[in-house]
């Protein structure tokens, strides 16, 4: 019997890398495990490195990580916010019908 589950929740490349968010199960305590990995280039497998985090769900930090996390996305976004690319869209025209 294995003492090790892991399931693969979401992943991303950043530059020769992969970044995988996984959830694992290790002697009956589950976790999540943020981590980089690289290619063995002998084989062509993805190999984790040290590089990376796990954090318990259980404990109250998650959720304020995540909670801050959110915060921080919505903060960006409404820079971003279609409105302020509406007024780029526009400024481009103008400079389009002035040359």
């Not at 404990?59 to 820079?79: A, S």
């Amino acid at each position: 019997m294995q003492d090790t589950e892991e399931l693969a929740l979401a992943e991303f490349r950043k530059g020769d890398r992969l970044i995988r968010l996984s959830r694992k199960s290790f002697k009956g305590t589950t976790f999540f495990d943020l981590r980089a990995f690289y290619k063995d280039e002998e084989t062509g497998e993805w190999r984790h490195t040290r590089q990376g985090v796990s954090l318990n769900p259980a404990k109250e930090d998650v959720r304020m990580l995540i909670e801050k996390l959110y915060h921080e996305m919505n903060k960006i976004n409404q820079v971003n916010t279609p409105r302020n690319e509406n007024r780029a869209s526009k400024h481009s025209q103008e400079q389009r019908r002035n040359s």
